[in-house]
DNA sequence: CTAGGGTTAG
């Protein structure tokens, strides 16, 4: 039916003369015309046969001798009525077996098309993935137009659709949007289907901008957006901090036909859990009653995010209260429940709760995982429990649970910070018998202690084995530059500044800077300092935040230099920066004439001109 | 499609 299109006079240069071995080939099959060229569609139609029958090893002798131009027998192959799926099964062995095949993008397309045609929808996906997978593809415009070249909208919107989808499910983010994009232009119609892997890729990658416009397109193109599709842009807008925007999603939801589920309303309340500043419980405990109000029952992941944004709010009551209504309410308590409510008491320090918690949570029939160990011993860590965080990471790996790199990397920066090193180096080698790689953290804080130590040859000594790995990161610099500054040797910090960070490939920051400023104040050098400042904001423009003033004020202010430390003052201030507890306890005085007062809690106010 | 630990420097 397909077939009429082409001339077969057109094979004759295509197919030479010793095409008509086929006959040898395969004497069996019905009759092959012997006569010269043209060939009859009985030729075509025998190798079809050879497809169908799968006799690979005749079509590859036949490829070898006789068939020099691929192309043009896939052509005729796919305008036969062989079908579709017996063409791809041709294609994928003619790519894999030939040597230096390659279809064009036109005659792949071709198939593509007639397999949608036979609604062999699977079948393509599964094609456009590998085709996707490989690097070296065409460019995307080419792509599109070989689709095009068929006149089917729908068959082509159904092409673009899955290419769209194969690309995002390779994280091959550029091509997806730009596939995305084309097809506005085609005016190919996607799919929520394909649009929300496609966001979804692009969220993990924290490109926001990228989801919104996705999300608008789709809304412009009357792509209608699904529940999920819906909760992606909110996910994104929450993971943003726009928490309007994420709101504005959940109308539109409702102006769209579809109303906010469970997930929605969760993901909402993570985003002000998640938020930061005051008040932000009060809001997602808002959002949890709208929740109600809308006949939508909280769930465990809802107390789970309850629970542990009032313990990163500081609020154990908060959280405690919410724990106990979700066992009222009969919602069993999972390991992230419990991993919560464990990682907030060690956060306050209290141990020996957490130990209790764990204990009640056995009892409750939920396993502790590696990351109810890790929160313990962390806690234990943190809190100079040296043998509790060891007993701890033997029951852990007692009972088979595998520790990873950042298990190890806290008892090491434990030991490190207590002053033994030596231990902290015998874990690193534990680590790496176990097989486990010691990581650019695990030598940061073995760096780190020998600077604290005082052996700051030691330390370089150990910097210098991990140039070779391409390992040491900004906070390498950042620990080493600090243990010269604090040996007052300010000088070779910055060498390492000079030297070491840019040609690492790094950028340095803020951080970087006042580390040096700070190593200049205490060497007494205000004019070192200053130079870092110009530094500073001529190389890599960044200008003076509140550390960086913080850090001149205290060198100017233990030289006794006041009128330029509150000069400096000044300075921030009508740059609109606002000072914190740590301006106001260095130059308090400057400060309270200046208005500040600080809260029960350490905020400052300003209490004379407030505009 | 939503939830938990994580680390060195601040």
């Known amino acids: 039916m397909l077939i009429k299109s082409r001339k077969f006079s057109d094979l004759k240069d295509v197919f030479p003369r010793k095409f008509s071995s086929l006959t040898t080939l395969c004497p069996s099959s019905s009759p092959i015309t012997k006569s010269p060229f043209p060939p009859s569609r009985d030729d075509v139609a025998a190798i079809a046969d050879l497809i169908e029958k799968q006799h690979w090893s005749k079509l590859k002798l036949l490829h070898v001798k006789d068939i020099n131009n691929p192309n043009e027998l896939f052509h005729q192959l796919i305008s036969s009525n062989l079908d579709p799926e017996l063409c791809l099964r041709y294609y994928t062995w003619l790519i894999a077996n030939i040597r230096n095949t390659s279809l064009s993008l036109e005659l792949t397309f071709n198939l593509l098309h007639s397999l949608a045609n036979a609604k062999k929808y699977s079948k393509i996906r599964s094609f456009l993935d590998g085709f996707v997978k490989k690097r070296s593809d065409h460019p995307i415009h080419s792509i599109f137009h070989a689709i095009s070249l068929c006149d089917n909208l729908c068959v082509n919107s159904i092409l673009a659709d899955m290419l769209v989808l194969a690309y995002a499910n390779n994280l091959r983010l550029e091509s997806a949007l730009e ?18 892997p496609l966001m979804v890729a692009l969220l993990n990658e924290k490109r926001f901008a990228d989801v919104e416009f996705v999300y608008k397109e789709m809304i412009r193109r009357r792509i209608q957006p699904n529940v999920f599709t819906f909760n992606v842009v909110i996910n994104s807008f929450c993971k943003k901090g726009k928490m309007e925007k994420a709101k504005d999603v959940m ?77 009222e309410q009969d919602v069993k308590p999972n390991v992230v429940t419990y991993n919560s409510l464990i990682n907030g008491l060690c956060s306050v320090g209290k141990v020996s709760e957490a130990t209790c918690m764990r204990d009640e949570m056995v009892s409750a029939g939920v396993e502790p995982n590696l990351i109810t160990y890790n929160s313990l011993i962390n806690g234990f860590c943190k809190n100079g429990m040296m043998k509790e965080a060891l007993d701890m990471f033997a029951s852990l790996k007692g009972r088979g649970i595998v520790p990873t790199a950042k298990t190890y990397n806290m008892l090491i920066d434990a030991y490190c910070k207590s002053g033994k090193v030596e231990d902290g180096f015998g874990l690193k080698e534990e680590m790496e018998r176990e097989g486990i790689v010691a990581n650019v953290e695990t030598y940061n804080c073995l760096i780190g202690g020998l600077c604290r130590n005082g052996n700051i040859e030691g330390a370089k000594k150990l910097f210098d084995q991990l140039s070779g790995k391409g390992l040491p990161d900004l906070v390498t610099y950042h620990i080493l530059m600090d243990g010269y500054c604090s040996r007052e040797e300010t000088r070779k910090a910055a060498m390492l500044l000079k030297e070491g960070i840019s040609k690492m490939g790094l950028k340095p920051r803020h951080l970087t800077y006042n580390i040096l400023m700070e190593g200049y104040c205490k060497e007494g050098n205000l004019k070192g300092a200053a130079n870092v400042r110009i530094q500073m904001e001529k190389e890599r423009r960044l200008r003076m935040n509140v550390a960086s003033y913080n850090v ?32 106001y306890e260095i130059v308090k005085a400057e400060m309270v004439d200046k208005g500040f007062v600080p809260d029960i809690e350490g905020h400052l106010f300003n209490v004379s001109t407030k505009s």
């Open 552 to 583: 001149l004020l205290q060198g100017y202010s233990q030289k006794g230099k006041m009128e330029d430390a509150n000069r400096l003052l000044n300075e921030m201030l009508e740059k609109g920066l606002i000072p914190n507890r740590i301006t």
């Open 179 to 196: 596939a995305f994009k084309r097809a506005g232009y085609y005016g190919y119609k996607l799919s929520a289907l394909s649009c929300k």
């Open 251 to 327: 109308e539109d939801m409702k102006v769209y036909g579809t109303s906010p589920n469970v997930v929605s309303y969760n993901t909402l309340i993570d985003g002000y859990c998640k938020l930061g500043g005051v008040g932000k419980m009060y809001k997602a405990d808002a959002v949890l009653k709208e929740m109600v109000e809308s006949k939508v029952s909280p769930n465990l992941t809802t107390f789970n995010i309850l629970i542990d944004g009032f313990w990163k709010d500081g609020s154990y009551s908060g959280s405690m209260k919410v724990f106990r209504e979700m066992l």
